[in-house]
């Protein structure tokens, strides 16, 4: 009885192995449909940048809103809070006492004095 049964066990699996080599073969086939989709999808989506764009312009000879917003990196209806605590921050990175340019400085300070409404954009000292 034992061997009866042990053949009949090598038979089954005998007859099973192409069943599990073609369910395999399928399988590979699939994912590597799936990859190959999944690659193309990837290659078609727009190009996002990963930084924040900066304005690639130089400075207008009367400032406005919109550049002083641009200086600051706030929206031109910002709320004098916003626009001190940005002032503050982009001030820091470019101190001229820091290493940072006296032009620059003037600059972030005619941006700060144009949001908060305290000049019209008269000018830089430079």
Same mark, same amino acid.
């Given at each position: 009885? %034992?061997?009866?049964?042990?053949? %009949? +066990?090598?038979?089954?699996? #005998? ?9 395999? @073969?399928?399988? +590979?086939?699939?994912?590597? /449909? =799936? ?6 999808? =990837? ?8 930084? /924040? ?8 000879? +009367? *400032?406005?809103? /919109? ?6 990196? @706030?929206?031109?209806? !910002?709320? !004098?809070? #916003?626009? #001190?605590?940005?002032?503050?921050? @982009? *001030? @820091?990175?470019? $101190? ?5 340019? $006296? =032009?620059?400085?003037? &600059?972030?300070?005619?941006? &700060?004095?144009?949001?908060?409404? &305290?000049? #019209? ?6």
């Amino acid at each position: 009885m %034992c061997c009866l049964l042990d053949s %009949c +066990t090598t038979n089954g699996i #005998k007859q099973a192995a192409p069943l599990i080599a073609g369910l395999a @073969v399928a399988a +590979t086939a699939l994912a590597g /449909r =799936y990859g190959i989709q999944a690659w193309q999808a =990837y290659k078609a989506r727009p190009i996002v940048p990963r930084m /924040r764009k900066f304005y690639e312009g130089g400075f207008q000879p +009367t *400032m406005n809103r /919109r550049e002083a917003a641009l200086i600051l990196g @706030v929206r031109e209806t !910002a709320n !004098a809070e #916003k626009v #001190k605590e940005a002032h503050k921050r @982009v *001030m @820091v990175a470019n $101190h001229p006492d820091a290493g940072g340019s $006296h =032009y620059l400085a003037s &600059k972030i300070n005619e941006a &700060k004095d144009v949001l908060s409404g &305290k000049t #019209k954009g008269g000018g830089s000292a430079f």
